[in-house]
């Protein structure tokens, strides 16, 4: 399988995008598209209404105003069975990890597959030990997510995102609160599956760290103004950026505000 | 096309077994048979080398990844090498990640089945915890109690008054609903049989003393359990899972003063109300029965009803009731407390509060039916 080809088709279009709670806006006219096979990074400030795009892309929250679109299907128009088949072939790896308390690990794993392939219960089970295993988690199996620190529950939940192979993986914070070592293993295995399973990724973070090492493409929401206010490799936003807000972020606060 | 990968397995002499992949590697389509490698992984000679050859390769996902980790995985309980160099850098990248952290000593759970004398010890074991746990819970709260006389405990004023709304006012609809029926059930059955001797009129006596005396009570606390100790179980539950007990803990409230107290107080203020409103509306289910089945007039009823309870009988039912209250709300609050950590054991730690609350005022009905008859009342 070619793993270099760049593929640039658009996967995700985001138009004209408005996010409210009735009447306080949050974010307005937000417009950007998401490549194929790229990771792709939302930041911003803490409240800005990152995890609240998250939720707009995945269809938890409906848009105030604007679209989003998957391929060419129009998905906030779209009916809901044509809702739940995007849906199927997306992971989402939630802020908290969302684990399902009453079932073990290995069941928390399982269960998308046991519903969506014909796999039988053992095989079920092998398929959701490895993904266990690729998150670093092998032997725990028959855990209880309440019986597992709050870093293994988090990367529980992407290897329960990652059960099915989807074609787009949404996570959020994926290494908040996890080792550095760690959070290197879970960016190099965000990388492959980019790479090896042609999945497009996108990240809900402000890690800088990762986001230098992953990301591809990026979009940064600004709480003050309501509004995008970049959007780009944050490589070269970092350089080349002209607002000093983003400059400022992607710095680390180096850069003085002006 | 089908889904499943093709694996084949050739001896390259004596020591290498080459095993080539080809074709289109979807998990929808089932798992390759993993047992053919293994014996021939087992099978004499024994090779010493297992390789990799990647064939044309339509089209892959994770249950290759699946199948290169497990044979790699029998190749290193049995001490054979695996050369993984023809396969694609990616493949073999993602590999590697699945092997990144090993397994962990002693972390595997061991699902062996316990003899049925480990079971009746460990439920043995369980029980007694549990009995003790409960004594605790109930010497805690005798002890946080005796420092509400100096009105030395620290809990909001607003808490006990906005649990005095949910388990007083907003009980009522229910409560008048059951106790009218009793009352009309308890008529209903009394007519028929005292119609007989033309003594219809003792229905009222049956159905005021009946009500008066242990119905009002015991059917007011059955609701209270399966309505509000439920509740307190389920509200402190959750508050279990979410920490917010811990965070109370950690600035020195402790959970029996700041979150029990105030709902046991709210109880007990509740429940002699709600039985004195009970027994009234069940006496007027009684009459409901009496003057439309049996013709007896309102007044006649009322009288007769007057005269077989007297405030002995009245006192006494008030007074269980405020007692079933103390134990519905602790029971509540104990199954709360004891909470587990998941969304279920919230689930079960309601069932579990009504369980116990409907035991515990059954149990205390008895007694008291006991020491009343000693003491002639």
Redesign the interface.
């Known amino acids: ?1 070619p ?1 270099d080809a760049k593929n640039k088709k658009v996967h995700i279009t985001v138009s004209h995008l408005t996010m409210a709670f009735d009447s306080f806006v949050l974010m307005r006219d937000l417009n950007f598209t998401i490549d194929c096979g790229d990771v792709f990074i939302i930041m911003g400030g803490s409240g800005c209404g990152k995890s609240t795009l998250l939720r707009h892309l995945i269809g938890l929250n409906e848009p105030a105003e604007g679209e989003i679109f998957y391929g060419d299907e129009n998905f906030t128009k779209a009916d809901p069975g044509k809702r739940r088949e995007v849906m199927s072939r997306m992971g989402v790896l939630f802020q908290s990890g969302a684990l ?3 079932m073990s690990l290995a069941e928390n794993v399982g269960l998308p ?1 046991g519903q969506y ?4 219960p053992a ?1 079920v089970r ?2 959701a030990s ?2 266990l ?2 998150v ?11 019986e597992i620190s709050g870093g293994m529950q988090k990367r529980a939940g992407l290897a329960r995102a ?1 059960a ?2 989807p074609e787009i993986l949404m996570l959020d914070e994926p290494s908040a609160g996890l080792d550095p070592i760690t959070a290197r ?1 879970l960016d ?2 965000i990388l ?1 599956i980019r ?3 042609r999945a497009t990724i996108v990240v809900v973070t402000h890690e800088l760290a990762s986001i230098f090492r992953i990301a591809g493409n990026c979009v940064f929401l600004d709480a003050e103004s309501a509004t995008m206010i970049a959007h780009g490799d944050p490589k070269e936003l970092l350089a080349h950026s002209q607002d000093s807000r983003v400059r400022r972020f992607l710095s680390g606060g180096e850069e003085k505000r002006q | 096309m089908s889904d499943q990968g093709n694996v084949f397995l050739t001896r390259e002499g004596d020591s290498e077994l080459a095993i080539r992949i080809s074709g289109t590697w979807r ?2 389509g ?2 390759p048979p993993i047992d053919t490698v293994k014996t021939a992984i087992e099978s004499a000679p024994h090779p010493k080398l297992v390789r990799f050859y990647i064939g044309e ?1 339509a ?5 290759i ?2 199948f290169l ?2 044979v790699s995985e029998l190749c290193h309980q049995r001490g054979v090498a695996v050369d993984r160099d023809n396969l ?4 073999r ?2 590999v590697e ?8 000593k002693g ?3 061991d ?1 062996a089945t316990p003899s049925i004398v480990d079971r009746i010890g460990h439920r043995a074991i369980a029980s007694i915890a549990s009995i003790t746990a409960a004594l605790n819970f109930l010497g805690e709260m005798t002890l946080t109690s005796i420092k509400l006389l100096p009105g030395k405990v620290r809990f909001r004023a607003l808490d006990v008054f906005l649990f005095i709304q949910q388990s007083g006012p907003q009980a009522l609809p229910i409560v008048t609903l059951i106790s009218f029926l009793v009352g009309v059930i308890l008529a209903f059955i009394g007519a028929g049989q005292l119609r007989r001797f033309g003594a219809q009129i003792y229905v009222a006596d049956r159905v005021g003393i009946a009500i008066v005396r242990e119905m009002g009570a015991v059917m007011t606390g059955i609701i209270m359990a399966g309505r509000t100790g439920a509740a307190f179980a389920a509200q402190l539950g959750t508050m279990k ?1 979410t920490q917010e007990i811990d965070a109370f803990t950690t600035i020195g409230l402790q959970a029996q003063e700041f979150l029990v107290l105030p709902r046991v107080i709210a109880l007990v203020l509740m429940m002699p109300l709600l039985c004195l409103y009970a027994d009234f509306i069940g006496v007027l289910g009684g009459a409901a029965v009496a003057i439309g089945m049996l013709d007896i007039s309102w007044t006649t009823y009322i009288r007769e009803t007057m005269n077989a309870i007297s405030l002995t009988h009245l006192f006494g039912g008030v007074f269980k009731s405020t007692i079933y209250g103390v134990l519905i709300a602790l029971s509540g609050c104990l199954r709360g407390l004891q909470c ?6 919230v689930g079960d730690a309601a069932t579990s509060a009504v369980v116990t609350g409907i035991v515990a005022i059954v149990a205390a009905c008895g007694i008291f039916a006991v020491v009343f008859y000693v003491l002639g009342i």
């Open positions: 399988m793993t399902w308390s009453s597959l392939t014909d796999l039988r095989e092998e398929i490895l993904k295993a690729l670093g988690l092998k032997g725990f199996e028959d855990y209880y997510p309440s990652m099915l192979d293993l190099d295995l492959e790479d090896n399973l | 998990l929808h089932g798992l390769l089209g892959w996902d994770s249950s990844v699946w980790n497990k694609p850098k990616g493949l990248r993602l990640l699945a092997e990144a952290v090993p397994e962990k972390v595997r759970r699902f899972v587990g950590k998941s969304s279920s054991a």
